[in-house]
């Protein structure tokens, strides 16, 4: 594949002016969604939770198609035309705004990817509770939408404000221990100098609508956390005071952090350092004695990948792949290794390690505090030389 090939003819706009979108057509929403399912991995079918085959990456940008999916509840029935978003809370003067209010605001279009908070749970052992996601769970796009930041600012944060919670339209029941006594919404926050620095309320996802899968009419993206965080379907935005205590907040997207010792659960955040191979695909068969293209990408959450290293023998050695195209931060890096596979048969162990700008490296064990969530230790991939 050329570099034209892998890094797409696609312009980064980070940080432009976007111009507003034509309103979504009726039934198009639907169309879209039928489509983005065509190809990709089932994980539950209701709600739809769909993962893209990772070894199909062949791009820097995943297309909406291509995107994975995840739903907590069924996706909401929204109507562009109807559909209002109130900021409120600990606010001086709340205010709310439709979806051509939020249009006509200055934009902002940003590249990002977000990963599922379980992306690659199936390979914990023993078998971890919750989707068993491979490794396609993790998408980049670009996003265009307003910041949050700008929205707060209008809004006017009183003093002693400490988060800021933000709410989906979906709802349903938890039937894990503990129960919900009734329907509660799926919502996330995030602290108040995250959310007035880059998060996005975007409307746009690669120059086109959301639809429905993706969060229609408006999601938000917290770019360099885990996806969770990304709250789709946004209903509510609320400014306070306190720690947010929700289930999504506290119990389902929580690890353990050692306090003197103890463990003591904190909210989910910011993506690990990691590298995952696509190419070659765990179980292929490689031709004996061939050059081969040994593909992936790296994200670093909040930081910038620095460098790749590829191992061929299980661990053993380790040599520094390439780096394609330019850093950008909150998005993957694509990189490349080519591999002179050995003249006989035999069995092989690949592994890829990400290392980033804060001196961070890929673990290569998996830590248990971490619960079934934030899978970013090493994966082995190991293929057949034939």
């Not at 396609?136 to 939408?145: L, S």
Request: hydrophobic share 40%; charged share 25%; proline share 7%.
């Amino acid at each position: 594949m050329n570099s034209e090939g892998i890094l797409g003819r696609r312009t980064f706009l980070g940080g432009l002016m976007a111009a507003p979108l034509a309103g979504m057509a009726p039934g198009r929403e639907a169309k879209a969604d039928e489509k983005s399912a065509r190809g990709l991995i089932v994980r539950e079918s209701e709600p739809r939770n769909l993962e893209m085959p990772f070894s199909e990456l062949d791009s820097s940008f995943t297309p909406a198609g291509r995107f994975y999916v995840r739903s907590h509840f069924a996706v909401p029935e929204l109507d562009a035309s109807t559909w209002r978003l109130k900021i409120e809370g600990a606010v001086r003067e709340p205010f709310e705004f439709g979806l051509q209010d939020l249009r006509r605001m200055p934009s902002r279009t940003i590249m990002a990817m977000l990963e599922c908070a379980g992306n690659g749970r199936v390979f914990l052992v023993p078998k971890a509770k919750g989707l068993l996601w491979e490794t396609g769970a993790v998408g980049n796009a670009e996003w265009t939408g307003v910041p949050l930041g700008a929205l707060l600012e209008r809004a006017g944060v009183k003093g002693g404000a400490v988060d800021v919670i933000l709410e989906g339209a979906d709802r349903g029941r938890i039937d894990d221990e503990p129960k919900s006594p009734g329907e509660i919404h799926f919502a996330r926050s995030v602290p108040l100098a995250k959310a007035a620095g880059d998060v996005l309320l975007a409307y746009a996802m690669n120059g086109e609508d959301l639809t429905p899968a993706h969060g229609f009419p408006v999601r938000a993206v917290v770019p360099g956390w885990y996806g969770m965080a990304s709250v789709k379907w946004l209903s509510r935005v609320i400014v306070s005071e306190r720690p947010f205590a929700g289930y999504f907040q506290t119990l389902e997207y929580s690890t353990f952090e050692r306090r003197s010792g103890e463990p003591t659960l904190v909210p989910l955040t910011e993506n690990g350092v990691k590298a995952q191979v696509a190419l070659p695909a765990a179980g292929e068969a490689v031709p004996r004695g061939a050059e081969y293209r040994v593909f992936g990408a790296a994200w670093a959450g909040e930081a910038l990948v620095s460098r790749v290293d590829v191992s061929v023998d299980g661990g053993t050695s380790w040599t520094p792949a390439r780096l394609l195209g330019e850093p950008i931060r909150h998005a993957w890096r694509l990189w490349d290794f080519t591999w002179k596979v050995p003249g006989r048969p035999g069995r092989h162990i690949l592994m890829a390690r990400a290392t980033d700008d804060r001196g961070r490296t890929q673990p290569l064990k998996r830590d248990p505090d971490l619960r079934t969530v934030m899978v970013h230790h090493i994966l082995p991939v190991e293929v057949t030389v034939r």
